[in-house]
C-alpha cells in the first residue's frame, strides 16, 4: 500500500517553486492530484479553485512570487504589497476555502511550503523575508486552532534547494551563487525531491502528532 493511496490532493502553482517535485513525489504514493497553476492573487481564485477539486484530503499551498532586493528605503508600498498578495493573502484564502469541509470530516492535511529566509535576518529582503514570515506565523496559529478537529497544519522552511524559480541552473553557475552556497554547512543543493519527501511526510499519517510546526529545511543554514 501506497502512503497517500486515494487521498485526493491540492497542489497549487504546480508549473513554479517545487510543483513539479510534488506532483511527480505524490503521485508516485497513490495520491489523486489536481495540479493547478492558476493565479491565485485574485480574491475569488481561491475558492473557486477548492470548489472545483470537491473532496481535498490534503492541501498542499506552493506559492512562490520573484525576490526584490532592494533597500528598506527603497522598497515602494506597490513592492511591498505584491509580496504579500502573492503569498500571504492567497494562503489564507485556501486555508479558508478548505477547512470547513475537514472540519466536517474531522481529517485533513496543510501542508506550506515555506522559505527560511523568515527565519534569518538577511539585508535587502524585507518585503520578501516578512511576507514568507508571515506565512510561518500563519501556520503556526491556525494549526493550534485547528488541532481539535484533527487537522495537521505544518509548513517547511526551506532554502538552498533545487528549483527552477529560485536557484535555477544558470543562477547556479554565477559568482554570488558560489558565495551564497558557503553559507550552507553541508556544501550542497538539495535534490528537489528530497524537500517533496518531506512533504509527502507530512502530508500522510506519520505527522499526525505535528502541530503548527515549521521544519528548516537549509542543510545547516538555519538550526532551531
Not at 506532483?23 to 480574491?43: C, N, Q
Not at 466536517?104 to 492535511?109: I, L, P, S
Not at 553541508?186 to 503548527?212: K, N, P, T
Amino acid at each position: 500500500m501506497k502512503r497517500l493511496d486515494g487521498k485526493r490532493t491540492v497542489i497549487t502553482q504546480v508549473d513554479a517553486f517545487m510543483g513539479e517535485e510534488l506532483v511527480s513525489m505524490f503521485e508516485k504514493e497513490g495520491a489523486e492530484v489536481i495540479a493547478d497553476t492558476r493565479d491565485l492573487r485574485a480574491p475569488q481564485a481561491a475558492q473557486e479553485l477548492i470548489d472545483e477539486a470537491g473532496q481535498v484530503d490534503v492541501l498542499v499551498v506552493n506559492l512562490a512570487a520573484a525576490q526584490p532586493r532592494t533597500s528598506v528605503v527603497d522598497t515602494d508600498d506597490d513592492t511591498f504589497i505584491s509580496m504579500y498578495e502573492a503569498m500571504v493573502y492567497p494562503l489564507h484564502r485556501l486555508v479558508r476555502a478548505v477547512l470547513p469541509q475537514m472540519m466536517e470530516r474531522r481529517r485533513g492535511k496543510i501542508v506550506v511550503m515555506g522559505s527560511a529566509s523568515a527565519l534569518k535576518g538577511m539585508p535587502n529582503y524585507s518585503a520578501y523575508g516578512s511576507a514568507r514570515g508571515a506565512q510561518l506565523s500563519y501556520v503556526q496559529d491556525v494549526g493550534t486552532e485547528v488541532a481539535p478537529f484533527n487537522i495537521q497544519v505544518n509548513a517547511l522552511a526551506q532554502t538552498f534547494v533545487q528549483n527552477e524559480t529560485y536557484f535555477p541552473e544558470s543562477y547556479q553557475r554565477t559568482e554570488d551563487f558560489k558565495e551564497r552556497i558557503k553559507g550552507a554547512p553541508i556544501g550542497r543543493l538539495a535534490h528537489g525531491w528530497e524537500s517533496a519527501a518531506m512533504a509527502l511526510f507530512l502530508a500522510g499519517d506519520e505527522s499526525d502528532f505535528f502541530v503548527g510546526q515549521v521544519f528548516p529545511f537549509t542543510g545547516g543554514w538555519v538550526t532551531r
